[in-house]
């Protein structure tokens, strides 16, 4: 079965500091990879998505990135935190092996920027 | 651009009570997902609707798209309080993209 994992489980950050969290897919091959933010108690906002190693398409134009340096590996940085950036930060995956429909999401982090 | 809005955003019932929440959209979906999401948890998947006019039950739960595939609904039967949660639609994009269209989401608190 597959199962995606996401770290850290929260993170505290001052503002100006670096980011990267990890997202890691397990057991399918060649999955569409997605990065969402949500703010409190609101909806899924698409931040980046991948259909393939090094394929990368941006939705929002901010100061974060996304990086997909291995077919089952999906990062998501920033050089320099803003207050912004806080929220609950999910990875997803779809296709590979599972259905053509669905998305299936990690447990998330959350991440505050102070 | 293809939106899909939810409604109610926010339901708060006594356990026991029906409720249903809307999803809507002016586009036609090829598939609908229903999720429900607890605080400090990522959405778990519950349903996916295909066909037009298709009805599914998951216990207490009936998921139903409509004729067109522009909407879908969710109906609780006897609301418990572990329905408490954020229930989600999305859809995907149809523009070939493999992007995800998620609705605006309903935020429903049964009380025991």
């Known amino acids: 079965s597959q199962t995606i994992h996401q770290w850290p489980a929260t993170l505290v950050q001052p503002v100006g500091s670096p980011l990267s969290l990890e997202c890691t897919v397990e057991?399918?091959?060649?999955?569409?990879l997605y990065w969402y933010r949500q703010a409190a108690g609101r909806g899924l906002q698409l931040l980046f998505y991948?259909?393939?190693?090094?394929?990368i398409s941006s939705e929002v134009p901010q100061n974060l990135s996304a990086s997909r340096p291995q077919d089952r590996q999906f990062i998501l940085s920033s050089k320099k935190l803003l207050l912004s950036d806080s929220g609950f930060y999910l990875c997803?995956?779809?296709?590979?092996?599972?259905?053509?429909?669905?998305?299936?999401f990690g447990p998330g982090t959350r991440l505050t920027v102070t | 651009t293809q939106l899909l809005e939810q409604s109610p955003q926010f339901l708060s019932i006594q356990e026991g009570e029906n409720l249903t929440v809307y999803c809507n959209s002016s586009s036609v979906f090829s598939s609908l997902q229903w999720y429900r999401q607890e605080p400090g948890e990522g959405p778990v998947l519950l349903v996916t609707v295909v066909t037009g006019g298709e009805v599914k039950k998951l216990k207490r739960l009936t998921f139903q798209f409509g004729d067109a595939r522009k909407d879908s609904s969710l109906h609780i039967t006897a609301a418990q309080t572990g329905d408490t949660g954020l229930y989600l639609c999305a859809g995907e994009d149809s523009s070939g993209t493999y992007k995800y269209i998620f609705g605006t989401g309903t935020r429903l608190k049964v009380l025991a």
């Open positions: 991948s259909v393939g190693i090094g394929q």
């Open positions: 997803a995956w779809s296709g590979g092996q599972g259905s053509a429909y669905e998305q299936y």
């Open positions: 057991g399918t091959s060649n999955p569409n």
